[in-house]
Nanobody, 116 residues
Framework: QVQVVESGGNLVQPGGSLRLTCVAS????????LGWYRQAPGKQRDLVAK???????NYADSVKGRFTISRDNTKNTVYLQMNNLKPEDTAVYYC???WGRGNDFWGQGTQVTVSS
């Protein structure tokens, strides 16, 4: 059974840093595109960053230069390093693993709160 599990969310002050971790099991991990999405209360779920199987990465404009996505195929893990966090980064962050058609898996989310 496929499992996608996020961790690393926390309360942090503005300007601080966090690293989110996502482990996906029971999938051919190297084949998958991996993404981090976030959803703030009352808003839609939006893409934050994604990384393809060939390690090409893309970022939302709002996080460029502050967030970095990376993957470790030996550990079935994708990371999101978040620096210079802002209150508007507050949201539940979700990990997504996607490959072709019908292979689209989500984690349960991890809460990130940026507040003084």
């Amino acid at each position: 059974q496929v499992q996608v599990v996020e961790s690393g969310g926390n309360l942090v002050q503005p300007g601080g840093s966090l690293r989110l971790t996502c482990v996906a099991s029971e999938i051919r991990f190297p084949n998958y595109e991996l993404g981090w999405y976030r959803q703030a209360p009352g808003k839609q779920r939006d893409l934050v960053a994604k990384i393809s199987s060939d390690e090409t990465s893309n970022y939302a404009d709002s996080v460029k230069g502050r967030f970095t996505i990376s993957r470790d195929n030996t550990k079935n893990t994708v990371y999101l390093q978040m620096n210079n966090l802002k209150p508007e980064d507050t949201a539940v962050y979700y990990c997504n693993a996607r490959w072709g058609r019908g292979n689209d898996f989500w984690g349960q989310g991890t809460q990130v709160t940026v507040s003084s």
